[in-house]
């Protein structure tokens, strides 16, 4: 008789925003995996976002994409993932900046190479508040994100996303 299987220790996955109201998650746990488990082909997840503390649970598959529909815009900031396998709570944070990053786009695609430097700049503090959110320097993140946002806003690029 098979049980149902564990994530064995270490909660993955990758989170991308694909627009202002959705995110694409996919699943990259390691989970228990021999004759006595079944890998569960879903499970809930909470999803937290930034500056809220009310947290929205979605089902997630183990071995597909799974497209969260966030119902109205997300806003930019740090996002709180939390999961429970077999009675162990898994938590983690993601910074999602899906209005910053398709302005950056639009940089790239509208400015001239002599604009290459300033929004290098941008995108390095923008990676720089992606990486202190997932160690879960939630203020950190959010001071990185506020500087990319305003060298965004001074190169007075049309954004519009």
């Known amino acids: 008789m098979s049980n149902c299987s564990c994530i064995k ?29 079944v890998i569960p082909s879903s499970y809930q997840v909470s999803v937290t976002p930034p500056g809220t503390g009310k947290a929205t649970e979605f089902t997630v598959s183990t071995t597909n994409n799974t497209k969260i529909t966030w119902g109205k815009e997300l806003e930019e900031g740090v996002y709180c993932f939390e999961t429970t396998s077999c009675g162990i709570k898994y938590t983690r944070s993601i910074g999602i900046f899906p209005k910053t990053e398709c302005c950056i786009k639009q940089a790239w695609a509208t400015l001239g190479i ?27 993140a959010t001071q990185n994100l506020k500087i990319a946002k305003r060298l965004l806003e001074n190169l007075k690029c049309d954004c519009s996303c």
């Not at 002599?114 to 950190?140: D, G, P, Q």
């Open 9 to 37: 220790g270490v909660y993955k996955f990758y989170v991308k925003a694909v627009d202002t109201k959705n995110l694409i998650y996919k699943d990259n746990s390691d989970w228990m995996d021999d004759d006595n488990y």
């Open 114 to 140: 002599e604009f290459k430097s300033k929004i290098e700049e941008v995108e390095s503090y923008l990676k720089m508040a992606s990486n202190n959110a997932e160690l879960n320097n939630v203020k950190t």
